[in-house]
């Protein structure tokens, strides 16, 4: 079992829907969780931290389930800007030093 | 915010030569960054980790005669792929982090292709 878990997709969506992704991670220890975006080619860029209670940024909201050990992204009025690969990220074990990626889900935001 | 600084961008070398890759924190230090390799429409998968004035700790299954990694300072790290073979072809990055909770900022990657 990976590490990190999460659909590939791709998940194509009309422009303004409201799309979620979820994220499941194996190691009960984990600490940190984050959502990062990868355009193609390019380097990750942080999306959000995701907190135990929850957290909300604007259109994206991220939501931390540690009984289920999954994390979640909500996307909501998407927009064509929004097409990207979104990549769950989370620390291994207690340790703060090293994260390990999710493959990726690829979003494709149709006009 | 944290800046993390990698060269080059892309690299083109021939089989059997080295290849060396930079990545600096410009305006923090980072007593600990890390190196990642990605194929295409893969993950980022975590080589190693450099820690600075040590030696660095490489994941299993990756080659550390292979992947030379030198961390001399709190601000730069390099990566020198040793004798590349095509199959080292692939997109590599540079991370660090501010602290815990903070996130890891990246460098824009090189892409390296052995021919």
Known sequence: RKEVEQDPGPFNVPEGATVAFNCTYSNSASQSFFWYRQDCRKEPKLLMSVYSSGNEDGRFTAQLNRASQYISLLIRDSKLSDSATYLCVVNRGSSASKIIFGSGTRLSIRP | ?115
């Open chain 2, 1 to 115: 915010g944290a800046v993390v600084s990698q060269h080059p961008s892309w690299v083109i070398c021939k089989s059997g030569t080295s290849v060396k890759i930079e990545c600096r924190s410009l305006d923090f230090q980072a007593t600990t960054m890390f190196w990642y390799r990605q194929f295409p429409k893969q993950s980022l998968m975590l080589m190693a980790t450099s820690n600075e004035g040590s030696k660095a700790t490489y994941e299993q299954g990756v080659e550390k005669d292979k992947f030379l990694i030198n961390h001399a300072s709190l601000t730069l790290s390099t990566l020198t792929v040793t004798s590349a073979h095509p199959e080292d072809s692939s997109f590599y990055i540079c991370s660090a982090s501010l602290g815990y909770n903070y996130g890891y900022t990246f460098g824009s990657g090189t892409r390296l292709t052995v021919v």
